[in-house]
Structure formats: structure tokens, C-alpha cells
């Protein structure tokens, strides 16, 4: 029986193992409840939203999050040649609703699928299914009748030469049949007026009927222009384009050797690559530590405004560069995420794009010490180790001793006083080092042990550095002293290597 962490406290598990993991990633987010009811109206209303903090706090989770809670993609986006000016191809937009249509009409165009009893005895026998000897049925591939022991097909041949072609089977010849026929076409009338019919011999044992409607279907569709899907109706709604580059974030055409020659080359709409900006349709775009991408912070602005960005050969000595597709659909949630000292980096009118339709939201780094917040740490601890799924679950006096550290980095790091940190990446780190400590010592759990030598390890190199040397002057002078060493002192180990290669 799994405890819900949101209505019991500590005292009502032994392990992290007994911890219910909520299913909405929204609930797994920890200390941020007031946040969260923003990020669940942005998701149902569509707003945008900009989340300022330190890192590790969890921005990336709060973004990802809001894809579980968007409705699946409704639009298929195609590319389609333009055979009067192949460098500008078209943008198909399909909707569910169409699509569904057109599976309809490819069901049609299949046929249907039919038993041998079901079609004219004359077929039958032509496709081998039924003997004409003793009128029963068997399989198409036997020649000679399980029944009675006739020749099946001498028979057809004999009924041929007397009767003709009595029901206008176009693709009947003179030559003695000794193999049944794969497909007959014939005719046969429906509602008053004669149609072309054929039948196809299908999974052995069945026929497939295509009708005059499915022969048009079919035909429909080899005669549809050539297409390429650059954004399928089965796909990810939430996109991440941290660090991107500028194809990366707003797509581009791949160039070809011979120009896009229509013998030899290929044709633009098929070198057709979408950005992110595209692929967040109907989506979450997310971009972690906007400043970084600042250049093309004005793309972004215009395909939020417009909601829809061309996509354009990026390359200028590129056989795409004269290539470019205009409105590409990018109609999508964007959620930016930086930390406060560079929120003044923001493009302004992006900002202002984010205000007027969205929030802004400064991410907490404590929560209250508390009996509801420890349980949701607990609840944090067995979701790092589900996720990490390489590491043991923890005991509850293990977990009390990662409390006891939260309660130290508020302190230390925030200047809070009864808080607990939210700066949960580093402490997920010091879990899963105490969880490769059980692991090796082939524990079943995550003992108080593991947690203590974690908890004293897991520590950034800068506090390495200021345990070993008392300040980073100290250690930067020392590493400097230490290299002056080796290049003044003869006698230092150094000078001892053989440098007759140099």
C-alpha cells in the first residue's frame, strides 16, 4: 500500500519504497504550490511564461510538466511541390478531422475483404478456390481437389471452351489455366447501371472486392501531388531548444549537389527541415537560459506574434538558399527560464510579448520547515531514485539526515532560518551518491551510513577547493608556485624528462 505524501508525514513509512509517486508531473514539482496553480491556467488558457531563478530549482520541470496537461496535436503540417516554382513550395495544413476522412477513403480504396462464398462462383473457381467439379472449397493453391480428386483447373478449361466468357472477364485468355489467377476484372451491375469490378486473391484464403468507387480512390491517390510531412500528427508536444542554433531553433533546406535537378537532384519540399519553433506547434517551446541565445531572441518575438515563421535555406553557398517556404504554422506555448542576474538581458519586446500574454514568475529557493513539507521532500527522494533507477530506496532515518542537510543549505546558501532548500538538483545529487554507496556495499537500502559519507562528499569543487586551501587565492597561488617550481628548480622531478623530441 502506497503512502500519498500530501496527507501523511515522515513517522508513516519505513522506506521511500512505500512513497506514492503522483502520476501528474505537475504534482511531482516540490515547493512551488502557488506557482503551479499559475502553470496549470497557462496550459488550459494558453499563456506564455517566463520562470527567473538559480538553477536546480526545478524551471525545467515546471516546463515539461505543462505538456501532460495539453490536448494531443489536431494538425498534420505538409510541404507539397509546387511544379510551377519547385524553390516555393507549398504548406498543407490537415486537420484531424480531415485526416480521419482520408483514412476512410484509403480503407475504401483497399477493397473490401471477402470470403470465397461470398463472390460469384465463376470468380471462385478463376481465383482456385472452388472446385468446378464437385462445387466444394478449398485452398486456392491446391490443383488438384481434396475432395474428389479432380484437376481443378482442367475443369475451368473445359467450361471455358463451351460456355465463353459469359461474364465479360476481360483478362480470360485461350491458354489452359494451370495456375490460379492472382486478380479478374470484370463487370457486374449496381443500382441500375454496369461498373467495373475487380478481385484479388489476398492472405491465402480471402478476396479483396474493388469496387468502381475504390478504383477512383485509388486513383486519386497516386495522382496526389508529391509531399513531404514535416510535422506527422503523432508527435512530442514539448520541445526543448536550449542552446540552439540559429537552424536549429528556425529551421532550414538541405542542400543539394546537383541543385535540386529534377532527374538527378531532389526537389526542394523534400529538403524541407522544420525548426523548433515549427516542431513546438501545438506544443511547449522551452528555452532554458534565454540570454544565451540572444541573437535570435527577435525570431522568436515574430513567431510569437505572427504564429507562423517561413522556413528558408540558411546557407547562402547552399542549393537551398533560394529556397523558401512561406506561413509554416508555429503556433505554440513558450516558456523561458533564466536566472535573476540576467532577466535585464531579455530582449524588451519580448518580455513585454511574455507580460501581455502570460506571467512572470520569481521561482522561491526555501520552503517553510514544516510537517507537510518534509513529506514532500520524502516524496522528491523516491522520485529521484524511481527516475535514477539504478540505485536502492532509502530508510526514513536516512532521509532525516538529507532533511537535517536541507535545513543546513537554507540556512548557509539563502540566509533562511526554519526553511528547507529547494535547490533540489544538488541535493538529488548527494541521493544518488549515497545510493551507489548501498549499491556497492550490496545493501538492500539506502542506509543512514550511505547518507552521512554522501552528504560530506557531494559537495561543488569550489567547496573542495576552500576545505583543502582556505581560499581560492590560497589555491590559485599554490597551483601557480607549484608550476614557477617546476620551471626554475633543476633539481625538481620535472627536469629529469627527456626533452630531445621537443
Same mark, same amino acid.
Given at each position: 500500500?502506497?503512502?500519498?505524501?500530501?496527507?501523511?508525514?515522515?513517522?508513516?513509512?519505513?522506506?521511500?519504497?512505500?512513497?506514492?509517486?503522483?502520476?501528474?508531473?505537475?504534482?511531482?514539482?516540490?515547493?512551488?504550490?502557488?506557482?503551479?496553480?499559475?502553470?496549470?491556467?497557462?496550459? %488550459?488558457? *494558453?499563456?506564455?511564461?517566463?520562470?527567473?531563478?538559480?538553477?536546480?530549482?526545478?524551471?525545467?520541470?515546471?516546463?515539461?510538466?505543462?505538456?501532460?496537461?495539453?490536448?494531443?496535436?489536431?494538425?498534420?503540417?505538409?510541404?507539397?511541390?509546387?511544379?510551377?516554382?519547385?524553390?516555393?513550395?507549398?504548406?498543407? $495544413? %490537415?486537420? %484531424?478531422?480531415?485526416?480521419?476522412?482520408?483514412?476512410?477513403?484509403?480503407?475504401?480504396?483497399?477493397?473490401?475483404?471477402?470470403?470465397?462464398?461470398?463472390?460469384?462462383?465463376?470468380?471462385?473457381?478463376?481465383?482456385?478456390?472452388?472446385?468446378?467439379?464437385?462445387?466444394?472449397?478449398?485452398?486456392?493453391?491446391?490443383?488438384?481437389?481434396?475432395?474428389?480428386?479432380?484437376?481443378?483447373?482442367?475443369? $475451368?478449361?473445359?467450361?471455358?471452351?463451351?460456355?465463353? &466468357?459469359?461474364?465479360?472477364?476481360?483478362?480470360?485468355?485461350?491458354? @489452359?489455366?494451370?495456375?490460379?489467377?492472382?486478380?479478374?476484372?470484370?463487370?457486374?451491375?449496381?443500382?441500375?447501371?454496369?461498373?467495373?469490378?475487380?478481385?484479388?486473391?489476398?492472405?491465402?484464403?480471402?478476396?479483396?472486392?474493388?469496387?468502381?468507387?475504390?478504383?477512383?480512390?485509388?486513383?486519386?491517390?497516386?495522382?496526389?501531388?508529391?509531399?513531404?510531412?514535416?510535422?506527422?500528427?503523432?508527435?512530442?508536444?514539448?520541445?526543448?531548444?536550449?542552446?540552439?542554433?540559429?537552424?536549429?531553433?528556425?529551421?532550414?533546406?538541405?542542400?543539394? @549537389?546537383?541543385?535540386?535537378?529534377?532527374?538527378?537532384?531532389?526537389?526542394?519540399?523534400? *529538403?524541407?527541415?522544420?525548426?523548433?519553433?515549427?516542431?513546438?506547434?501545438?506544443?511547449?517551446?522551452?528555452?532554458?537560459?534565454?540570454?544565451?541565445?540572444?541573437?535570435?531572441?527577435?525570431?522568436?518575438?515574430?513567431?510569437?506574434?505572427?504564429?507562423?515563421?517561413?522556413?528558408?535555406?540558411?546557407?547562402?553557398?547552399?542549393?537551398?538558399?533560394?529556397?523558401?517556404?512561406? &506561413?509554416?504554422?508555429?503556433?505554440?506555448?513558450?516558456?523561458?527560464?533564466?536566472?535573476?542576474?540576467?532577466?535585464?538581458?531579455?530582449?524588451?519586446?519580448?518580455?513585454?510579448?511574455?507580460?501581455?500574454?502570460?506571467?512572470?514568475?520569481?521561482?522561491?529557493?526555501?520552503?517553510?520547515?514544516?510537517?507537510?513539507?518534509?513529506? *514532500?521532500?520524502?516524496?522528491?527522494?523516491?522520485?529521484?531514485?524511481?527516475? &535514477?533507477?539504478?540505485?536502492?530506496?532509502?530508510?526514513?532515518?536516512?532521509?532525516?539526515?538529507?532533511?537535517?542537510?536541507?535545513?543546513?543549505?537554507?540556512?548557509?546558501?539563502?540566509?533562511?532560518?526554519?526553511?528547507?532548500?529547494?535547490?533540489?538538483?544538488?541535493?538529488?545529487?548527494?541521493? *544518488?551518491?549515497?545510493? &551507489?554507496?548501498?549499491?556497492?556495499?550490496?545493501?538492500?537500502? $539506502?542506509?543512514?551510513?550511505?547518507?552521512?559519507?554522501?552528504?560530506?562528499?557531494?559537495?561543488?569543487?569550489?567547496?573542495?577547493? $576552500?576545505?583543502?586551501?582556505?581560499?581560492?587565492?590560497?589555491?590559485?597561488?599554490?597551483?601557480?608556485?607549484?608550476?614557477?617550481?617546476?620551471?626554475?628548480?633543476?633539481?625538481?622531478?620535472?627536469?629529469?624528462?627527456?626533452?630531445?623530441?621537443?
Amino acid at each position: 500500500m502506497y503512502v500519498n505524501m500530501k496527507k501523511e508525514d515522515l513517522g508513516d513509512i519505513e522506506t521511500t519504497q512505500d512513497v506514492l509517486i503522483p502520476k501528474d508531473p505537475l504534482e511531482r514539482v516540490i515547493g512551488h504550490d502557488d506557482i503551479i496553480n499559475f502553470v496549470k491556467i497557462a496550459a %488550459k488558457q *494558453r499563456r506564455n511564461l517566463l520562470l527567473v531563478g538559480p538553477p536546480g530549482i526545478g524551471k525545467s520541470l515546471i516546463a515539461q510538466a505543462i505538456s501532460f496537461h495539453l490536448k494531443d496535436p489536431q494538425e498534420e503540417i505538409i510541404v507539397v511541390h509546387n511544379p510551377e516554382r519547385p524553390e516555393r513550395p507549398f504548406v498543407e $495544413i %490537415k486537420n %484531424k478531422k480531415d485526416m480521419e476522412t482520408q483514412k476512410k477513403d484509403l480503407e475504401r480504396a483497399e477493397g473490401d475483404i471477402v470470403n470465397p462464398k461470398d463472390v460469384p462462383v465463376m470468380v471462385a473457381e478463376r481465383l482456385g478456390f472452388r472446385c468446378a467439379n464437385c462445387d466444394s472449397y478449398n485452398n486456392a493453391y491446391q490443383s488438384i481437389c481434396p475432395q474428389c480428386g479432380a484437376d481443378k483447373y482442367s475443369h $475451368i478449361n473445359a467450361r471455358r471452351k463451351h460456355l465463353g &466468357d459469359l461474364l465479360g472477364m476481360f483478362e480470360m485468355s485461350s491458354n @489452359p489455366v494451370n495456375v490460379p489467377q492472382e486478380r479478374l476484372t470484370t463487370t457486374r451491375m449496381r443500382n441500375g447501371r454496369e461498373e467495373v469490378v475487380i478481385y484479388e486473391r489476398v492472405d491465402g484464403d480471402k478476396i479483396k472486392i474493388l469496387d468502381q468507387n475504390a478504383l477512383e480512390k485509388r486513383r486519386a491517390l497516386v495522382e496526389e501531388k508529391p509531399k513531404n510531412v514535416i510535422l506527422p500528427l503523432r508527435r512530442k508536444v514539448f520541445i526543448q531548444a536550449t542552446g540552439a542554433t540559429e537552424t536549429e531553433l528556425l529551421g532550414d533546406v538541405r542542400h543539394d @549537389p546537383y541543385g535540386g535537378h529534377p532527374d538527378l537532384g531532389t526537389q526542394p519540399y523534400e *529538403r524541407v527541415v522544420p525548426g523548433a519553433v515549427h516542431e513546438a506547434h501545438e506544443g511547449v517551446l522551452f528555452i532554458d537560459e534565454i540570454v544565451h541565445i540572444a541573437p535570435l531572441q527577435r525570431y522568436i518575438l515574430s513567431a510569437m506574434q505572427d504564429k507562423v515563421f517561413p522556413i528558408v535555406g540558411r546557407n547562402p553557398q547552399s542549393a537551398g538558399s533560394s529556397v523558401k517556404v512561406e &506561413d509554416v504554422p508555429c503556433d505554440f506555448i513558450f516558456v523561458a527560464a533564466c536566472n535573476i542576474r540576467d532577466v535585464s538581458y531579455i530582449l524588451p519586446p519580448l518580455r513585454s510579448r511574455i507580460q501581455g500574454e502570460g506571467y512572470e514568475i520569481l521561482m522561491r529557493t526555501t520552503m517553510p520547515d514544516n510537517l507537510e513539507n518534509q513529506a *514532500r521532500m520524502v516524496q522528491f527522494v523516491a522520485q529521484e531514485i524511481e527516475m &535514477d533507477g539504478k540505485i536502492p530506496h532509502a530508510t526514513r532515518k536516512s532521509v532525516e539526515l538529507l532533511l537535517d542537510e536541507a535545513r543546513k543549505r537554507a540556512r548557509f546558501i539563502d540566509d533562511k532560518r526554519d526553511s528547507l532548500t529547494l535547490r533540489l538538483r544538488d541535493l538529488g545529487g548527494v541521493v *544518488r551518491m549515497a545510493g &551507489d554507496m548501498a549499491v556497492m556495499d550490496g545493501s538492500k537500502y $539506502i542506509e543512514s551510513k550511505h547518507m552521512e559519507f554522501a552528504i560530506k562528499r557531494a559537495i561543488s569543487i569550489e567547496d573542495q577547493i $576552500i576545505n583543502n586551501y582556505q581560499s581560492f587565492e590560497k589555491a590559485a597561488l599554490k597551483d601557480s608556485s607549484s608550476q614557477h617550481l617546476s620551471s626554475s628548480n633543476p633539481n625538481h622531478p620535472n627536469e629529469n624528462v627527456d626533452r630531445s623530441y621537443l
